[in-house]
Nanobody, 132 residues
Framework: VRVAESRGGRVRPGGSLRLSCVAS????????VAWFRQAPGKGREGGSCIDSIHGDPRYGDQGTYYADSVKGRFTISRDNARNTVYLEMNNLNPGDAGTYYC???????????????????WGRGTPVTVFS
């Protein structure tokens, strides 16, 4: 299983950026896919996750999870036809800067965001810079 992030970018505070995560060797709709951020000198922090039930009409709008720090500003979504998960980031601030990693596994999203070390499949990461 491989996951690969799109190129990150540089934005000013208040700006927006969209990242994508393409998977191969596994179907994103059958797994939980999460985005983590790592600031320089710090560990990986869970930000957003989308699980396998998201989009299933039996479960309504369930299946997406966000850290409090990004709730209301970031949106995670999935395109099953492209086997891709997206992270739309709005109203970015300097605290959002870092290397963003996409990871996939069959863990529960709420658990995965708190335990990044237990995720099995990781991308190489992509940098996001927020500058004044």
């Amino acid at each position: 299983v491989r996951v690969a992030e799109s190129r990150g970018g540089r934005v000013r505070p208040g700006g927006s950026l969209r990242l994508s995560c393409v998977a191969s060797g596994a179907t994103v709709g059958d797994n939980d896919v999460a985005w983590f951020r790592q600031a320089p000198g710090k560990g990986r922090e869970g930000g957003s996750c989308i699980d396998s039930i998201h989009g299933d009409p039996r479960y309504g709008d369930q299946g997406t999870y966000y850290a409090d720090s990004v709730k209301g500003r970031f949106t995670i979504s999935r395109d099953n036809a492209r086997n891709t998960v997206y992270l739309e980031m709005n109203n970015l601030n300097p605290g959002d800067a870092g290397t963003y990693y996409c990871a996939a596994d069959d863990l529960n999203c709420a658990y995965a965001l708190e335990h990044p070390g237990d995720m099995d499949y990781w991308g190489r990461g992509t940098p996001v810079t927020v500058f004044s």
